[in-house]
Structures are given as C-alpha cells and as structure tokens.
C-alpha cells in the first residue's frame, strides 16, 4: 500500500519513505481496532457470540490499544515527513530509525498475538512481564512497555540531532519540545504501586497528560505544517496561534487533569479547577483554523482576478480531513468532554456511556481525522502530484466514516443518558442498579444503534483503504 513513484523530491527523501512505511502498518492497526470494536459491539448486545473462544474484555483491550498504537504509528510517521521539509536537511539516523521501525512493528505484532491467543494470566510477576499489566489503555507486558520507551528514544534522538543540525522552524521547535513530553510522561505509568489510588493518580498522568497536553500540541504542530504545505498559509500566523496553543494546552492540559481527581480523594479545588481547564484545550486550534481560513480567502479574492491558481488547495481529501481536526477536536475534545466532567454532572455521569461517547468523539475528531489527512499528503509527496483532487471513493470515505463515529456518539450518549436517570439519580448507582438500567429500552437501543453505526464506520474505512491504494495512481494519470 501507499507505494511510491520515483520523483525527484520524494525518491530523495529516506525520512519520507520511512514515514510511509510507518503510515501503512498504522493504517493496517486502524482496521484491526475497528474489527474488535465490532466485535465488542456485538458481543454486548449478544453476549453468547463467540463464547469461550474471544473473550468481550480481550476485544475491548485490542480495540483500544490498537487505538493508542496506530495513532503513534501514524505520528511517528507524519513527523518523518515533514522534518526534512521543516528542517531543509535529511533525518541525520536514518539507518537506527528504520532498524527502530522493523523492532517496534515485531513487538507489537507479538504483543496483539499474546493478547488474541493468552488472553489471561495469573496474578504474578510473569503475567505482568509477558502477558499484560492490566492497567487499562497501556495494558502493554512490561519487556513490551521498554521497547516502546527505547523506540520513542530512538525516534527523540533523530528528531532532536536533525532540528540542530537544521533549519530551526518555530514549528520545529515546538515539536522537539514536545515530543521530550511525550517520552517523559510514559515513564509515569510504568512502576506499580500497592496503593490503589496512588497507581491510579500515576495512570492518570500517562493517559490525560499524553492525550490533553502533548498530543493536543502534536495536532497543533502537524495543522500548522500541512496548512502551509495545502493552501500556502502564513508561517508567522500558524506559529503565532501554535505559540498560543503550547500556552494554553500545557496550562490547561496540565490543570485539566485535575477533572480525573475527583474520585481518588485528592482535595476538592481539583474539581472545578480540572472542568474548566479541560474545556480550554481545543480553543487555539480552532482559532488558528479561522484565522488562516479568513486570511486564505480574503488572499484568494484579492489575486483571483490576476491568477486564478494562486494559492489553490492543493490536497483536496488531506484538506478535508484536517479541517474536520478542527471542529472535531472542539466538539467532541471540548463540548463532549465539558459536559459530563463538571464535577457537580460528573457525580452522576462517571463511568456511564457519557464517558464512551466523549471517548469515540475525542480520540476521532481530535487525532484520527489530521492524521488521515497526514496520510493522503504522505500519498501526493509519493506520487509526485502537484494537486491531489477529492474522488468519489475520498468522499464516501469521509463522508462514511464521520457520520458513522457521530452516529456512535449520539447513541452512546441516549444510553449514558439513560444510566444517569435511572441507574444513578432514581437507583443510587448500586450493583442492582446497574443490571436494572442494562436491561431497559433506550439503554438496548442506544448499543443496537452504536453497533450499527460501527458497520458504517467500518464501510467507510473500506473506501478509505481503497482511496488510498488508488487515488495517487489516479491523479498521476491525470496529470501525465
């Protein structure tokens, strides 16, 4: 897949080729972690499917660490693209990067084979060592989790040798920075501790400070990027708001943990402190989106009568995709997330399918779609296309994939819904409680529609893939 064409710019680039390698197997993972999202559906609604043969909590735990996993791939890839844009040089270890790729792909292989075909261990230092550690979302055996931690080195290392070797870009800059958080803050959830509470405070850090800081300005450095490459947006406008944004988000991102605190009995002021930071965290990005949209169209207007070319989109599908990020990212990150974490609302909604229906909303709008849209650049530098134009099959992709998600979203919010009526307000939120709003009627309904809507998903992924396989011979025919 996503094979490339010897052009002159592309064919040049070791950094870029490995980037695409990086790019295919993510995409690979995105399809495994819709397979068992399917599955769990399915295994929800009917749990007798596949008894005895694929456990519900072993489809839910390769659901989301392919999750987690294709969305690293997929960033690894996208900032071996762009360095050598951003830099003006080549990746200074390309050799150590690719060795890098080939170990990080076979221990990853293992570990999904582990998961799919063990499944279970004793409760020993062994199962923790080889099979999982059980902590939810990073549930990675511990020899796996020092693999990931020397691969994210090595990544560090060429990223950072490059950038001082290079041209030093303000987008550049925030990038190396960040990524140094990105590797520190895994290392929080890799020591155990007896203390419940306490290993759930250090979890916390790992899959809020990840996801609400350090991949919120990953999104940030990779629009700034492609809105350049895309439409020839202003470099000082991009880093201006990417500027704003590290401000904001490693603020806010930083204070917004304090929204997980409060069942873990740290002191009150977390509560309303973490719910109002957290809502923060998708503003700079959608107001860099604005700024450079208006400043784009104005621009186009002003030259249009002189060039009707200048400054044309030229990625039309990477171009959708990213601005999807956008508004994405600030309804599912930002008003999904807002609602139910009040802690006041949060008292009533934690642990409910509000919580999913934040989840699906955010992990998608927020970094599936601008790294699908990283994808598609990946596939116009590989081809050699001086403009990528939208195709039938982009479109039902898009199309498909976003309706599907939202869909999964609405529906997993009428059965959280349900659950705070019933199960939390009326109930009391007890074991009986629980069984009793499983078994009503909007509860049922929401997880048939969430099932439903994970077939749609599922299709439009399908024309994804066959876009990505299809649209750079395309255009190169096209263009030739």
């Known amino acids: 897949?996503?094979?490339?064409?010897?052009?002159?710019?592309?064919?040049?680039?070791?950094?870029?080729?490995?980037?695409?390698?990086?790019?295919?197997?993510?995409?690979?993972?995105?399809?495994?972690?819709?397979?068992?999202?399917?599955?769990?559906?399915?295994?929800?609604?009917?749990?007798?499917?596949?008894?005895?043969?694929?456990?519900?909590?072993?489809?839910?735990?390769?659901?989301?660490?392919?999750?987690?996993?294709?969305?690293?791939?997929?960033?690894?890839?996208?900032?071996y693209y762009m360095l050598p844009d951003e830099t003006g040089i080549e990746t200074v270890g390309i050799g150590i990067g690719k060795l890098a790729f080939w170990v990080f792909t076979a221990a990853i292989t293992v570990v999904v084979l582990v998961y799919i075909f063990v499944q279970v261990g004793a409760g020993t230092e062994a199962t923790i060592w080889f099979i999982n550690e059980g902590r939810e979302y990073i549930e990675a055996p511990r020899w796996a989790d020092i693999g990931i931690v020397v691969v994210v080195l090595i990544f560090y290392w060429n990223v950072f040798a490059t950038f001082m070797k290079g041209t030093q870009t303000g987008i550049m800059t925030v990038m190396v920075a960040n990524l140094m958080a990105l590797a520190g803050l895994y290392l929080t959830g890799m020591f155990f501790t007896d203390n419940i509470s306490m290993d759930q405070f250090w979890w916390w850090w790992v899959i809020h400070l990840w996801v609400e800081a350090t991949w919120e300005v990953f999104v940030g450095t990779l629009a700034a990027y492609a809105l350049i490459k895309i439409i020839g947006a202003k470099r000082e406008i991009v880093e201006m708001w990417l500027w704003i944004e590290v401000l904001m988000l490693f603020g806010s991102g930083v204070l917004g943990l304090g929204h997980h605190y409060f069942w873990i009995g740290t002191p009150e002021y977390w509560w309303e402190i973490g719910a109002l930071f957290s809502a923060l965290e998708p503003v700079p990005l959608v107001a860099m989106f604005v700024h450079v949209l208006y400043d784009w169209g104005k621009e186009q207007g002003e030259t249009h009568a002189k060039d009707s070319t200048a400054h044309a989109i030229n990625n039309g599908p990477a171009m959708a995709w990213i601005v999807t990020n956008a508004f994405g990212n600030f309804l599912g990150a930002g008003i999904w997330g807002f609602f139910h974490t009040l802690p006041q609302v949060n008292i009533y909604t934690h642990g409910t399918q509000f919580t999913a229906a934040h989840g699906h909303l955010a992990f998608f709008g927020a970094y599936a779609t601008i790294l699908i849209g990283m994808m598609y650049m990946g596939i116009q530098g590989a081809y050699g296309v001086e403009r990528l134009k939208a195709t039938f099959k982009s479109k039902m992709a898009i199309f498909m994939i976003v309706f599907g998600v939202l869909g999964m979203g609405v529906a997993l919010t009428i059965s959280g819904y349900e659950q705070v009526l019933v199960e939390r307000a009326e109930l009391g939120g007890g074991w009986n409680a629980f069984f009793t709003a499983q078994e009503l009627p909007w509860y049922i309904q929401g997880m048939v529609w969430r099932a439903i809507m994970g077939v749609v998903t599922f299709v439009g992924f399908v024309y994804l893939v066959w876009d990505l396989l299809t649209i750079g011979k395309l255009s190169k025919a096209a263009e030739a």
Do not use: C
């Open 1 to 79: 897949m996503l094979t490339s064409i010897k052009t002159n710019e592309f064919a040049g680039s070791e950094s870029k080729k490995l980037a695409m390698m990086y790019f295919r197997v993510a995409i690979i993972l995105f399809g495994a972690q819709l397979l068992m999202g399917l599955i769990a559906a399915i295994q929800f609604l009917v749990p007798g499917f596949l008894f005895e043969l694929f456990d519900f909590s072993v489809a839910r735990m390769v659901h989301i660490n392919a999750l987690v996993v294709w969305m690293l791939y997929a960033m690894i890839g996208s900032v």
